[in-house]
């Protein structure tokens, strides 16, 4: 059974920075895509960054430059480190798994519960 837990989300000032973690059992990291999605009320999904099995890493563009995705294969644990957040990250982050590297948030059957990010102007 695949489990994913998230954890390190809080409410910061603009400019401030976060850790989030996604702890992941009942699957090899090495062997699987990790994505980050976040999803603010009344919005869409949207899907953060992700990093492959091989530790490739890819984001939006609303993110980049400000957010780095990376894995600790020993820890079976994904971290996405925040810097320089803006209101507009305001949103519930959730970290899901999959084979493959979907940008749509509908191809993954394995998700966290979440961790709340709250950026204050």
């Known amino acids: 059974h695949v489990q994913l837990v998230e954890s390190g989300g809080g409410s910061v000032q603009a400019g401030g920075s976060l850790r989030l973690s996604c702890e992941v059992s009942?699957?090899?990291?090495?062997?699987?895509?990790v994505s980050w999605f976040r999803q603010a009320p009344g919005k869409e999904h949207e899907r953060v960054a992700r990093?492959?099995?091989?530790?490739?890493?890819l984001y939006a563009d609303s993110v980049k430059g400000r957010f780095t995705i990376s894995q600790d294969n020993a820890k079976n644990t994904v971290y996405l480190q925040m810097n320089s957040l803006k209101p507009e990250d305001t949103a519930m982050y959730y970290c899901?798994?999959?084979?493959?590297?979907?940008?749509?948030?509908?191809?993954?059957?394995?998700w966290g519960q979440g961790t709340q990010v709250t950026v204050s102007s």
């Open positions: 899901a798994a999959g084979l493959g590297c979907a940008i749509d948030y509908r191809r993954y059957s394995d």
């Open positions: 009942g699957l090899a990291l090495n062997n699987y895509c």
């Open positions: 990093i492959t099995g091989g530790g490739a890493s």
